[in-house]
């Protein structure tokens, strides 16, 4: 159990690609991203001359991050070394944490409890290039946070409004959390919207360890933020109108070429 007091980023990188496989039909997918697509295996989708993954940890490491912790299937991780999710990202320390079962957002963070120690953290989803300044003022905070993305971020990054309904609207006042709406059925393009950016200590591992499954079975990060909030913690909101780009269909494979090959992206180099 490392003890470092520097934050570490936990990146939730197991996904099954569900949405990414049904949609490769009829999608602009060279022959390197239809294999990767067809066997479900988003992080290691080449976009803009890298896996998708590198783009994600470049970011996490251009923020000021050192080390991170992939959460991954049991089948990643047994993938050889240079190709498993952040094997060719440097200057980053990356290693894994097996989530054995595909079993929620806030079980792939439980996942990772050994591994981050008494570490302050960042949890990220493996399928969005998040901007560096708003990671870098995640990193800054002195306790819990989440990022608010706008609108704008949202359309900057090429996320179509119908899909942005399906995101989690924040419930913000005075720049703290009051509350999470999952699914909301009426968008307000005014709220800022979750992209599971958040920072935390170990208290939220305490939420999830007292948590129960959700209606569809699965242990759901947002339920884990509800339990602690209801402990006391309290969660800092940072607004970000900067692009954050997210892989989900083969169809945004295009679009993202052109956006993270663009003047100014951050490399790995």
């Known amino acids: 159990m490392t003890a470092t007091r520097d934050p570490v980023a936990v990146v939730l990188a197991r996904g099954a690609s569900r949405r990414l496989r049904a949609s490769i039909a009829g999608a602009t997918l060279d022959d390197a991203q239809r294999a990767a697509a067809t066997a479900g295996r988003k992080p290691m989708v080449p976009i803009a001359g890298r896996p998708w993954i590198d783009h994600v940890l470049g970011r996490v490491r251009d923020a000021g991050v050192s080390r991170a912790i992939a959460v991954v299937s049991p089948e990643q991780a047994a993938d050889p070394v240079g190709t498993h999710p952040g094997a ?53 905070l002195g306790g819990p946070g989440v990022v608010g993305f706008t609108a704008e971020a949202l359309a900057g990054g090429g996320i179509p ?36 950016a958040w920072r935390f200590d170990a208290r939220i591992f305490d939420a999830i360890d007292g948590l129960a499954p959700s209606p569809r079975g699965e242990w759901e990060l947002p339920d884990a933020v509800r339990r602690s909030m209801r402990a006391g913690v309290d969660y800092a909101v940072i607004r970000s109108s900067d692009p954050v780009f997210d892989l989900t269909h083969a169809d945004d494979v295009a679009g993202l070429e052109a956006r993270l090959a663009a003047p100014g992206s951050p490399t790995d180099g």
């Open 88 to 140: 060719t990202v440097d200057r980053l320390d990356v290693e894994l944490a097996v989530q054995a079962e595909p079993r929620g957002t806030a079980d792939a963070v439980r996942a990772a409890r050994v591994r981050v120690g008494d570490a302050p953290f960042v949890v990220l989803n493996g399928d969005n290039v998040y901007p560096v300044a708003a990671l870098r003022a995640l990193l800054a």
């Open 161 to 196: 409004i119908e899909r942005a309904r399906a995101f989690a609207q924040l419930d913000v006042e005075r720049d703290r959390l009051q509350g999470i709406v999952e699914k909301p059925q009426q968008f307000d393009p005014a709220a800022l919207v979750g992209m599971n």
